[in-house]
């Protein structure tokens, strides 16, 4: 049986927001009524050069012409990750996933848009936050790590000495 496109999602093919992103920023430039020529050309720009990468250490964004900004977020940074659509997203079949870290930001450090299965995005990106932690099998810290291996023998001594009959 072949794998259906859902079980192929692939967020390493997410390389550029979706063309109908450039559509809900002309109906949000368009609401702005005698604002839309200041309103549309940034966003414009904004589109045409927005690009993301995500790689096996965390996920970047790009985007500007005039003024290039770029983000890049490793995957054991993430706090936490929404996923929003408003009315017009809904329609246009869109989502937008903001991903916040640690900073002293109240926002998203990130707001990966123009998405069509965020779900699926917001899903990957959790494996790979919990993985870069070493969260994968349940134990928050890696087995390599000295201090927990050292606590870990105290415990142990610890529980023999308690147990009964261990003692005199």
Known sequence: MEPSASDRFDPHAITRPDPALMTYYLSVAALTLVGFPFVILPLYFK???????????GVAMSWGVLF??????????IQD?????????????????????????????MTIEGIREPEKLRDFLYRQMRGARGEDDGDPVSSDDEALVLLRSIRDGLERLAAPGAGS
């Open 47 to 57: 589109y045409h050069t927005l690009s993301y990468r995500f790689d096996e250490k």
């Open 81 to 109: 990750i929404h996923v929003s659509r408003n009315i017009i997203h809904r329609w246009l079949g869109l989502a937008a996933v903001a991903v916040q870290t640690a900073s002293g930001s109240s926002g998203a450090e």
């Open 68 to 77: 290039k900004r770029e983000i890049y977020l490793t995957y054991r940074r």
